[in-house]
C-alpha cells in the first residue's frame, strides 16, 4: 500500500525535524504528534510574526527556512541580548506560551521566511507528552535567566543613572565654595561675610576644620535680632551646637532622610577625616520637588490640632507617591514613611498629652505589625499598645484606666489622620494591650508555652514591637526577656517555623508564578510575609533587638555566618517585593482596600517579573534554610 | 455548483460505472455554492493540484497520478492532502479530487499542461467540467517576485530562488509541496501589493499573460 498524502507530507516535516535538537532527540510518538499538527506559514520580510500586542501566543513556532529576530520591546530593550536573530530548527516563544502569556518580544521576520507553526494547545498537550521536550523548555527558561542576570545589572545601572538626584553623592552636590568662621569669631563678622557672600548658613568650625556649629538665617530673628544681643559677642554663642553631618559619600536620599528624621534644613558634608567639606540645604536637595520634606516636617512639628495633622499625613503619601515615580529604594523609601509617620504618631500623642496628665507615669507607647517593623506602606491601619510601669498593686488598675483614657483620644486622632482604627482592637486603648511589663512578659510567656494557633499568630503581630514615644528602656527589657524565653523554648520557635513554612513563594513548575484566581499575586500574603515570618524566628534564635525585617536578617544572618553577598541577595528580594507592593497603592486607594497588595504579573514589565521571580527564589532559599534547620 | 457542467450532457460511458458512493459524492458537489473570489487570501481555501502523467503530449499522453494540497488561513496543513494514481479506479479517484478540491480556487504550475490533462480526466471519467477559478502560477510569480525572475521561468529556478526543497521532485505530490509553499509566499507578497483576493490574482495574470502576448 502507497503512503497516503497526508503521511508523505507529514513524513516532509518529520525529515526536517529530524535535523535539529531538541526534535531529534524526542520521543517517536511525540515527535510524530508534532509533524502531524505542524502547519507551515509564510512570513515577508519585516513581517511581524508574535508580538505582545497580540496577547496570549496562538501559536508555537519553529523555523523552517529564513531568519526570524527576537526583539525585546518595551522600555528594558537595552542590550544585545535583546537582539536575537533566530534560524532555521530554533522555535519561539518558549517562556511565554508554557506560562499563556502575551510575549515580551517582538519576533519579525528579517528575511523572507517559512515558519511551522503549531497551536498553543498542541503545544502544552506536547509539553506533557515528551520528558524531552519539557526538559528542553525548562532549560531553556533557566538559561535565559542567566542570561539576563548580567542585562539586568546593566539596566539596573542605567537607572540609577537616570535617578541622579537621590543617589548622587553629597559631593557633587556641593555648588559653593565652603565659608567657614572660627568659634570665636564675632556675630558681626559671621554677618557681614555672610550678607558680602550672599549665603544663607555659615558654617563654624574649629582648627581642624571639625563642625562646630551652624548659624542660618532663620536664627537672626529668634536668636540675635529679638533678644538683641550685642554683636561683638562670639558666633559661638548663637550658633546651633553639634549639627547634623553626613559623610560626602552619603547620598543625596540619606541628606534627605536625615533631614526628615531630625527635622533640620542644613546638613554638613564631612570628608573621611571627619573635616567640613561644605553644607547642603534641603533646597539643594529638593529643588525640583513639589512638596518638601522639611515643610512636611514642620508642619507635623508646629501642628496644633487633628486637621493640620491630616493634611500632613495626606502630604506624606503625596510625597511618597513621588518618590516612587523618581525610583527610590523600598527600604529607604518606608525608612522615610515610617520616619514621618514616627514624628506624626509622636506628635499627636504629644498634643494628647496636653490634655492628659500622665508626667508621674513611666511608660512608653508600642508600635506592632508592620509599623513596628519600620515596613509600613501606604495603606496600614493602626497596631499600637502600651507598656507601663506600677510596683504598687492596688494602683494599677486606676492608673490602666488614666492610661486608656489617653490611649482611647490618640487612637481616635490617629483615625482622623489616616490611620484607621484597628479592625481587630489591637490598639493602646485596649485594655488588653495596656499592660504593665510584668503583664507583657506573662502574656507572651503564655504564648510560648502555649503556642496554640492563635498564639502563633499573635506572636506574628505583637514580637514585631518597637516603643515609639516614651520610656525606651521598657522596650528593651521586654526585648531582652523575650529573646531569652523564646530561645530557651525550641519547640515555640520549631511551632513558628512550620507556620512560616505553611505559605510557599507562588513560583510555578510550568508558568512563571502561580496565580490566583483573579490573575494576581498578594504581595502581602504570598510575598513579604515569607521574609518577615523567617525573620522573625532568626532573630529571636540569634537574640537580635532590632524589629525591622531587613535588619533582623542581617544582623542573625551575620551571626549566623551566612555569607553577606548571599545576605544581601535575600534583603533585596524582600525590598523589592515591598517596592512592589508600595507601588500598587495609591493616593486614592481606601485602607486595606481590594487592589491593595495584589499585582498582575502579566502586567509587569519583563525586568521586574523577572526579579520579582528572583525574589521569590530568595524567600525560599530561605525558607530552605528554615526547613533544614528545624529539620521540619 | 457548475451549472455549465451540469447542463452539458455526459458523453461518456465510464460516468456510468461509478459507484454509488462517487455518484453520491457527484451529487453533493454539484450542491456546493460558489467560492467567493472576492475574500482575502486568508478566508481563502486554495487547492494547489498537480498531476503526473505519461508523458508531455495532451494528446497522447496519459494522466497517472494527481496531487492536491489545501492551503488555508495562509498556512499549509500537511492533513489537509491527497494524492492518488489514476490506476486501477480513475473513477473514485476523479471523485475523490473534485470532493477535495470543493469549489476551488485552483493553484496550478504551469496550466497549460495541467489543467488540460485534468479537465480532460474530468470529463471522461466523470462527465463533467469543473469551472473552477484556475491561478497559474508560472504567470504570477514573475508578476509578484519580479524583483527575482521577470520572465517564467521554470519550477525549479523559483524552488532554488526560495531555497524550497520537497521529498520528491516529478511526484505529483512532491511537486505540489513545493508549489504550494510557492504559493504560500505569493499570497504574502500580494497581500502586500494591494492584490488581496482570488479575483484580484486572477486579473494580475490576465494582465501578465496579455503582456507577454499570449
Given amino acids: 500500500m502507497t503512503a497516503t498524502a497526508p503521511e508523505m507530507l507529514v513524513g516532509a516535516s518529520l525529515n526536517f525535524l529530524r535535523k535539529f535538537s531538541p526534535f531529534n532527540g524526542m520521543e517517536d510518538d511525540a515527535l510524530a504528534f508534532l509533524a502531524e499538527r505542524l502547519h507551515l506559514a509564510y512570513h515577508i520580510k519585516g513581517a511581524e510574526v508574535l508580538t505582545p500586542a497580540m496577547g496570549q501566543p496562538p501559536h508555537f513556532h519553529i523555523i523552517q527556512r529564513g531568519k526570524v529576530q527576537a526583539r525585546q520591546s518595551g522600555p528594558t530593550a537595552v542590550t544585545e541580548y535583546a537582539m536575537l536573530a533566530l534560524g532555521p530548527g530554533e522555535c519561539f516563544p518558549i517562556g511565554a506560551i508554557s506560562a499563556q502569556r502575551p510575549s515580551t518580544n517582538s519576533y519579525v521576520a528579517l528575511e523572507d521566511s517559512f515558519v511551522y507553526q503549531l497551536s498553543a494547545e498542541d503545544f502544552i498537550t506536547l509539553m506533557k507528552m515528551s520528558p524531552v521536550f519539557q526538559l528542553f523548555c525548562t532549560r531553556y527558561i533557566a538559561s535565559l535567566l542567566n542570561q539576563s542576570r548580567q542585562q539586568l545589572q546593566a539596566t539596573f545601572s542605567q537607572r540609577a543613572a537616570e535617578q541622579q538626584t537621590m543617589t548622587t553623592p553629597l559631593s557633587q552636590l556641593l555648588k559653593h565654595e565652603l565659608v567657614l568662621v572660627s568659634p570665636e569669631t564675632s556675630i558681626r563678622t559671621a554677618l557681614e561675610k555672610m550678607a558680602e557672600i550672599k549665603i544663607g548658613s555659615m558654617v563654624i568650625a574649629d582648627e581642624d576644620m571639625r563642625p562646630a556649629g551652624i548659624l542660618t538665617q532663620s536664627d537672626l530673628l529668634p536668636r540675635i535680632v529679638l533678644p538683641g544681643i550685642d554683636l561683638s559677642r562670639p558666633v559661638s554663642e548663637v550658633m546651633t551646637p553639634s549639627p547634623h553631618s553626613l559623610y560626602a559619600t552619603a547620598t543625596a536620599y540619606d541628606a534627605m532622610l536625615e533631614m526628615a528624621t531630625h527635622g533640620v534644613r542644613h546638613l554638613m558634608v564631612l570628608d573621611a577625616k571627619g573635616r567640613v567639606k561644605g553644607v547642603v540645604s534641603e533646597r539643594d536637595l529638593f529643588s525640583l520637588q513639589r512638596i518638601s520634606l522639611r515643610q512636611i516636617r514642620a508642619n507635623i512639628d508646629n501642628a496644633t490640632d487633628a486637621e493640620t495633622l491630616r493634611n500632613a499625613s495626606r502630604d506624606i503619601r503625596q510625597l511618597a507617591l513621588n518618590l516612587i515615580a523618581q525610583g527610590i529604594g523600598a527600604e529607604q523609601l518606608t525608612q522615610f514613611i515610617s520616619a514621618l509617620n514616627d514624628a506624626l504618631t509622636r506628635r499627636i500623642i504629644r498634643l494628647e498629652l496636653e490634655r492628659h496628665e500622665l508626667h508621674d507615669l513611666k511608660y512608653a507607647w508600642l508600635a506592632f505589625g508592620s509599623e513596628g517593623r519600620h515596613e509600613q506602606t501606604l495603606s496600614t491601619d493602626q497596631d499600637n499598645g502600651l507598656i507601663f510601669v506600677c510596683p504598687d498593686k492596688d494602683a494599677r488598675e486606676p492608673l490602666r484606666q488614666r492610661l486608656i483614657t489617653f490611649a482611647k483620644s490618640v487612637n481616635d486622632s490617629l483615625a482622623i489622620c489616616g490611620f484607621p482604627l484597628c479592625k481587630g482592637n489591637i490598639m493602646a486603648s485596649n485594655p488588653e494591650l495596656c499592660l504593665t511589663l510584668e503583664e507583657w512578659q506573662s502574656r507572651f510567656g503564655k504564648w510560648i508555652t502555649v503556642p496554640d494557633p492563635q498564639a502563633l499568630l499573635n506572636a506574628s503581630i505583637f514580637f514585631d514591637y518597637r516603643v515609639l514615644c516614651g520610656d525606651e528602656s521598657l522596650g528593651d527589657k521586654l526585648r531582652i526577656w523575650l529573646n531569652k524565653t523564646a530561645k530557651r523554648n525550641s519547640a515555640f520557635l520549631k511551632l513558628m517555623a512550620m507556620n512560616a513554612l505553611e505559605v510557599q513563594p507562588p513560583l510555578g513548575r510550568l508558568r512563571d508564578f502561580v496565580l490566583e484566581d483573579d490573575g494576581t499575586i498578594d504581595l502581602k500574603k504570598s510575598g513579604a510575609r515569607l521574609f518577615v515570618d523567617v525573620a522573625r524566628i532568626l532573630a529571636l534564635r540569634a537574640e537580635v533587638s532590632s524589629s525591622s525585617t531587613a535588619q533582623r536578617l542581617r544582623q542573625a544572618g551575620a551571626k549566623m555566618g551566612v555569607q553577606p553577598d548571599e545576605l544581601s541577595a535575600i534583603v533585596d528580594g524582600f525590598h523589592f517585593i515591598q517596592m512592589l507592593r508600595l507601588r500598587s497603592q495609591h493616593l486614592e486607594t481606601e485602607h486595606d482596600a481590594e487592589g491593595d497588595n495584589r499585582v498582575k504579573p502579566d502586567e509587569l514589565n519583563e525586568l521586574d517579573r523577572r526579579i520579582l521571580k528572583e525574589a521569590f527564589r530568595q524567600a525560599r532559599k530561605l525558607q530552605l534554610r528554615l526547613k533544614l534547620d528545624y529539620q521540619l | ?214
Avoid at chain 2, 29 to 58: C, K, M
Avoid at chain 2, 148 to 157: A, G, I, Q, S
Avoid at chain 2, 183 to 197: D, I, N, P, T
Fill in chain 2, 1 to 214: 455548483m457548475s451549472w455549465l457542467s451540469r447542463l452539458l450532457p455526459t458523453r461518456s460511458s465510464e460516468t456510468t460505472s461509478l459507484d454509488a458512493a462517487s455518484r453520491e459524492a457527484l451529487a453533493h458537489w454539484h450542491t456546493l455554492p460558489d467560492a467567493d473570489l472576492n475574500h482575502s487570501h486568508f478566508e481563502t481555501r486554495y487547492i494547489v493540484l498537480n498531476t503526473e502523467a505519461s508523458g508531455l503530449d495532451i494528446d497522447k499522453d496519459r494522466l497517472l497520478s494527481v496531487g492536491a494540497i489545501s492551503l488555508e488561513d495562509g498556512t499549509l496543513t500537511p492533513a489537509d492532502s491527497y494524492y492518488a494514481q489514476l490506476d486501477p479506479d480513475p473513477g473514485s479517484v476523479m471523485t475523490n479530487l473534485l470532493t477535495f478540491s470543493g469549489s476551488g480556487p485552483i493553484v496550478v504550475y504551469n496550466a497549460g499542461l495541467n489543467r488540460i490533462m485534468l479537465e480532460r480526466a474530468f470529463e471522461r471519467h466523470l462527465g463533467l467540467t469543473p469551472d473552477w477559478l484556475w491561478l497559474d502560477l508560472y504567470w504570477l510569480l514573475p508578476a509578484l517576485f519580479d524583483d527575482r525572475f521577470h520572465t517564467p521561468v521554470r519550477l525549479n529556478d523559483w524552488m532554488k530562488q526560495f531555497g524550497i526543497e520537497t521529498f520528491q521532485r516529478h511526484h505529483a505530490l512532491g511537486d505540489a509541496y513545493a508549489i504550494a509553499q510557492l504559493m504560500l509566499a505569493a499570497e504574502a507578497r500580494a497581500m502586500k501589493r494591494g492584490v488581496l483576493s482570488p479575483r484580484a490574482l486572477a486579473d494580475l495574470e490576465r494582465t501578465r499573460r496579455q503582456l507577454s502576448g499570449r
